[in-house]
């Protein structure tokens, strides 16, 4: 069965300092990876999505970037972090690319940038 | 504007009862409307989804319904348990739209209280 693992769970970090989130999924292959933010009182906004090794794209620009060095490693990094990056960091993956595939999330990562 | 609106924002009921929770959307034309649950502090995970053709769909104590002329869904919980809080969130995916595209609501969230 498929995995989906996420870390850490929680980080806080001082404003300016760098990020790096982890996503790993196990049991699938070439699958289409994804990372969220879920802030207080706001629905998810999605950030990056890979089809692909190498291929991200971007929804919503911003002071983050995402990496996908390995099939089913997908990785989220800041080199400054802002007050406005606190939230909450979801990963998910989908195995095909037609819209009725289901989303699969991890257990996402609590960041406090203080 | 593609836009998923939810309500109530909370609810309260106490544990036994039924429940129904309220999505409307302006997205149009839709592929499929999802509901999921999510636990605090974790990544959503899936309940139902729907294509337009779907008026119904059940998993166990969930069922979603769907009105795709009125562009309304509802999800109603029977024999509410204590295990149910959480925050359900409706999804709507737009026809031919993006990779990631997915439209998200903010969420009710529901307290079952004993």
Known sequence: ?114 | KNQVEQSPQSLIILEGKNCTLQCNYTVSPFSNLRWYKQDTGRGPVSLTIMTFSENTKSNGRYTATLDADTKQSSLHITASQLSDSASYICVVTPYGGSQGNLIFGKGTKLSVKP
Request: glycine content about 8%; overall charge positive.
């Open chain 1, 1 to 114: 069965s498929q995995t989906i693992h996420q870390w850490p769970a929680t980080l806080v970090q001082p404003v300016g300092s760098p990020l790096s989130l982890e996503c790993t999924v196990e049991g699938t292959s070439n699958p289409n990876l994804y990372w969220y933010r879920q802030a207080a009182g706001r629905g998810l906004q999605l950030l990056f999505y890979s089809v692909g090794i190498g291929q991200i794209s971007s929804e919503v620009p911003q002071n983050l970037s995402a990496s996908r060095p390995q099939d089913r490693q997908f990785i989220l990094s800041s080199k400054k972090l802002l007050l406005s990056d606190s939230g909450f960091y979801l990963c998910a993956w989908k195995s095909g690319i037609s819209a009725i595939y289901e989303q699969y999330f991890g257990p996402g990562t609590r960041l406090t940038v203080t």
